[in-house]
Each structure stands twice: as structure tokens, then as C-alpha cells.
């Protein structure tokens, strides 16, 4: 790729190639204030009257033959690309056929000398013009303006005074986790407080109720509920992720988005994801002040790293539409809300209009995770990322399965490889020890572990 060279030259540019990858590069050339003059294709597919980016597309050899001098760019993947280039470069009025992948552009945008203003200026760009929609703009705003913005508030809502309310969410295959999870949480509780665990949960067997129960009824200090959230995604069009393949999601990941709304009676309620392990009393999260901010989260480790990094490939993502500041995107895994000030900035309807926007629209990263991203855009407190330590961090330099920091509060396991699987690359890793030894004293995890190994 020779950016320097075209910008000097003052040659037709053709670009050859109509796939996503023209796209790209069309939006790349003209932030180096390089204009294309001419879009083809090969001659046996060209169609009249096609457009592309406002360019009548036309076929190669018409323009090559009406063209005294031009530069070439090959903007489609092709097994004979190099021979295509070859054979280009022989003719006499090509000057110069070149070929840009999507990494040669990476790696340009990270070893270029243009600020990271204008870096993350392009990236808005080649998101707008990137092949990432599930429906149209206006399809997915009429899915959203089209709902009748209703939520079915379960019934069985309970509010103690002066305890500690911790959601954790899970459907019936993930409840072994997070009954792992509930264990550490109970097992480092402070008897002189009063824990509130809420369980939001689709499809639960009465087995699997028992057994959490079971677990809390040890800790007299501890309380325990059940909240069906099937009910209230009913007549909500939401994307269920799972069909998406984004790391096993599923639209139970939703159900967090209820929180503030449903429990509302609480000041703060903080939530949690079930694959971790709590390594610290869940109090002292509960007892940090938010300071004004309407939720608090852990920056993600990983997008700082890959931004710090200039590993630009992940930000073709919408989510990055809509946050300003790309240092401040947070992990959703542990969050706590000041419900009357999250309410009072979201109200129900809009929050879950935008969040069916936002599913329907994209489908590339429409997750709830970035939903909340996009919604909060930076405004939220940053806590201390001892509360949520993301195993698998590419920080580790190479190691991704490092031992967890010392100070660590809470490990969570968000890689394909967990702990619960045996993995020779992860068997003797400390924190997956840590991990096994809560996991074999609680009920539901043994009798799954059993069960899959018959």
C-alpha cells in the first residue's frame, strides 16, 4: 500500500472492486483526501445502470481503453489477485495496480502519525459505511416506536430495609455458575450486614430453586428470591444474541436492564454476572459512593488495551457511533445503579426503545452490554477494576491466563475457556483452582458435573 504515492499523484484513480471491502477503502482514500474518478468491475459482471457510492459502475476494460494513464486499486479478496496485479502493472497506460486489504488500513491507521482524534474520526466513517445492520434505520426505529411500551413487573417483589441487594441472572442451563458464584458471594458475607439476593431467572426447575435456596439458608444473614423474567420480554422485540453467536449470549443478558425499574425501592442495587467468583466481602462494593453518577462500572480492560494498543480491527463496531469518549468503555459484568438517578436519566419506555433500536438495527456487537455503553456515553463512575478483574486480559502480554492480582475482588471468567471445563492450558492456574474448590462443594454444580459424565 503506497499512500504516500497516490497523494502526490495526479492520475485518474480507478477502484476496482464493488464488495464491502470498497467500501472501506473508498472511506479510507478520501481521509487521506484522495478521491476515486472511476468504479469498475470485470466486464462478465457488470450491469447497467448499477451504482455504487454514487459512482455509475463501469466495467473495466471500458475504462482501461478510453484512459491514456491511470492508478489501480484492487478492493476485493481473490485467490489471482497477485497474477490480476501483475498483469495490470504489464499494461501501458496503467502506472501503478496495487491491492489495499482491511489490514494493510489497520496497520497504516497504527503506525501513521495522524492523532487519535483523527483516527477515531475515519473510524466513524468506515462504521457508517460498514456492513454491520440486521434492518434499515427506519425499520428499526419503527420495531422500537411500534412497541406499546409495556413491561409485565413481576409481583413477587420484596423490599428488606437496611440490606444489600445483588442481582445475579441466569437460565437453567447457566445456573450451576452461577450457584458457584453465589456460594463465594455468601461464603465472604459479613454477618453483621443483611444480604438481598435477587435471582433474575427463565426456565429455573424447581431442582435448581431448592438447591440455591439450600445454599442461602445456611447464612442466616442472607435472603434469597426468584424472579421470573420470562413474562417481561414478552411483546419486547428484542434480538435474542444467541442466534448471533456473540460468546453464548443469550437474552437472558437483557434481563439486567430491569433492574432499576423493578427494584426501585432500593437506592442502590448492584448486579453481577455468574461466571465469576467473588474473592472479597460484597459490601464494600455496595458501600463506595457513586458521587452524583446514576451507575457505576469497571472500565474494560481489553478495549484500553487494544485502543492504547492502536489494535483499531475491534472498533468497527456500532457502539462506537455513540460513545464520544472510546476510553470509557466499560464492562457490564458488575454494575451498580442508583436507581432514582437512573430513572430520573432513563425513563423505562426510552431506555428499552432505544436498547430495540439498537438490537434491531445492528447486528454485529447488540449485545446489552453495548446497549448500556451507548446509552451511558462516559457519564458513570469508574470503579476500581479490583471489582471486576476480566481473566483472559490481553494485558497479560502473550499470557492470557495469568494468575489474578492480589487485591483482586472479583474474577471474572469471560473468555471461552473456563474454568469449570478441564483444559490442560488453564488445569493448574491458581484461579482456576480457586474456582474448582468452590464449585465442589456446592449441590447444583456436582450433580450437573455428574450428569454430563455419565
Given at each position: ?319 462506537f457511533i455513540f460513545l464520544d469518549d472510546w476510553s470509557r468503555y466499560f464492562n457490564a459484568g458488575v454494575l451498580v445503579f442508583d436507581t432514582t438517578k437512573f430513572i430520573s436519566k432513563f425513563p423505562y419506555t426510552d431506555f428499552l426503545k432505544f436498547a430495540i433500536y439498537f438490537s434491531n438495527r445492528y447486528k454485529g456487537h ?89
Open positions: 500500500m503506497n499512500i504516500d504515492y497516490l497523494k502526490k499523484s495526479d492520475l485518474p484513480l480507478v477502484l476496482y472492486g464493488t464488495a464491502q471491502l470498497g467500501k472501506y477503502v473508498k472511506c479510507f482514500l478520501e481521509f487521506n483526501n484522495i478521491n476515486v474518478d472511476f468504479v469498475v468491475v470485470d466486464k462478465e459482471y457488470w450491469q447497467p445502470n448499477t451504482k455504487f457510492c454514487d459512482f455509475d459502475v463501469q466495467p473495466l476494460e471500458d475504462v482501461l481503453a478510453n484512459n491514456s494513464k491511470l492508478n489501480i486499486i484492487i478492493a476485493f479478496k481473490g485467490k489471482n489477485n497477485e497474477e490480476k496485479i501483475k498483469e495490470l502493472n504489464k499494461m501501458p497506460n496503467v502506472e501503478k495496480c496495487m491491492f489495499f486489504d482491511l489490514d494493510d488500513i489497520f496497520s497504516y491507521l497504527k503506525h501513521c502519525e495522524k492523532t487519535q482524534t483523527e483516527i477515531i474520526d475515519v473510524f466513524r466513517k468506515l462504521i457508517a459505511v460498514s456492513d454491520i445492520y440486521l434492518n434499515d434505520e427506519e425499520t428499526a426505529k419503527a420495531i422500537a416506536y411500534n412497541w406499546n411500551g409495556t413491561v409485565k413487573k413481576p409481583k413477587n417483589l420484596r423490599f428488606i430495609e437496611n440490606a444489600i441487594p445483588v442481582v445475579l441472572a441466569a437460565n437453567e442451563n447457566f445456573a450451576p455458575y452461577l450457584a458457584v458464584m453465589l456460594q463465594s458471594l455468601l461464603d465472604y458475607s459479613n454477618p453483621q450486614r443483611i444480604y438481598h439476593f435477587i435471582i433474575f431467572e427463565r426456565g429455573f426447575s424447581e431442582r435448581t430453586k431448592e438447591c440455591l435456596s439450600e445454599q442461602a439458608a445456611k447464612f442466616k444473614h442472607c435472603n434469597i428470591d426468584f424472579i421470573d423474567t420470562a413474562p417481561a420480554f414478552d411483546g419486547i422485540p428484542l434480538v435474542d444474541t444467541s442466534i448471533l453467536n456473540l460468546n453464548s449470549l443469550s437474552i437472558d443478558t437483557y434481563s439486567r436492564f430491569f433492574i432499576p425499574y423493578w427494584l426501585n425501592e432500593y437506592e442502590k442495587v448492584i448486579y453481577l454476572d455468574s461466571d465469576m467468583i467473588a474473592k472479597a466481602d460484597i459490601s464494600q462494593l455496595f458501600d463506595l459512593s457513586l458521587n452524583g453518577h446514576c451507575l457505576s462500572a469497571t472500565i474494560s480492560q481489553g478495549m484500553n488495551y487494544l485502543l492504547e494498543q492502536k489494535s483499531y480491527r475491534t472498533f468497527i463496531s456500532p457502539t447488540c449485545c446489552d452490554q453495548d446497549i448500556l455503553v451507548s446509552s451511558i456515553n462516559g457519564n458513570f463512575l469508574v470503579c476500581p477494576p479490583e471489582w471486576n478483574y476480566v481473566w483472559s486480559s490481553p494485558r497479560n502480554n502473550g499470557k492470557p491466563f495469568a494468575h489474578a492480582p492480589l487485591n483482586t475482588k472479583i474474577i471474572h471468567f469471560t473468555t471461552p475457556v473456563k474454568p469449570w471445563k478441564t483444559n490442560p492450558i488453564i488445569n493448574d492456574n491458581p484461579d482456576t483452582l480457586a474456582y474448582r474448590e468452590y464449585a465442589k462443594n456446592v449441590k447444583l454444580f456436582r450433580e450437573r458435573e455428574k450428569y454430563e459424565n455419565t
